[in-house]
């Protein structure tokens, strides 16, 4: 079974980066790791995902440029770098594992998820 602690989480202002961080424990057979977030309101939205292996990355559309997701295999952990946030980033951020295909659904492991939010 495998368990995910994200941590980094909290308040800042518009313009200012956060790092997100997602201890994995257990197992380590996933395939993908990624952050997911969700605002008030609002579906679950896929944020980023990396690959365990081979470390290629992907992201959503709405944070191209601005996030950055990296993971250190010998501590078991992924990282999100947010820069230049923005209100409508406001959400509580998920971190999520996966052993199958594809990087955007199908997560069957979840953290209790991180608040961040954003003040204009």
């Known amino acids: 079974q495998v368990q995910l602690v994200e941590s980094g989480g909290g308040l800042v202002q518009a313009g200012d980066s956060l790092k997100l961080s997602c201890a994995a424990s257990?197992?380590?057979?996933?395939?993908?790791l990624g952050w997911f977030r969700r605002a008030p309101g609002k579906e679950r939205e896929f944020v980023a995902a990396i690959s365990w292996s081979a470390g290629s990355a992907h992201y959503g559309d709405s944070v191209k440029g601005r996030f950055t997701i990296s993971r250190d295999n010998a501590k078991k952990t992924v990282y999100l770098q947010m820069n230049s946030l923005n209100p409508e980033d406001t959400a509580v951020y998920y971190c999520?594992?996966?052993?199958?295909?594809?990087?955007?659904?199908?997560?069957?492991?979840w953290g209790q998820g991180t608040q961040v939010t954003v003040s204009s």
């Open positions: 257990g197992p380590t057979f996933s395939s993908y």
């Open positions: 999520a594992a996966k052993t199958g295909l594809g990087y955007e659904d199908s997560y069957e492991y």
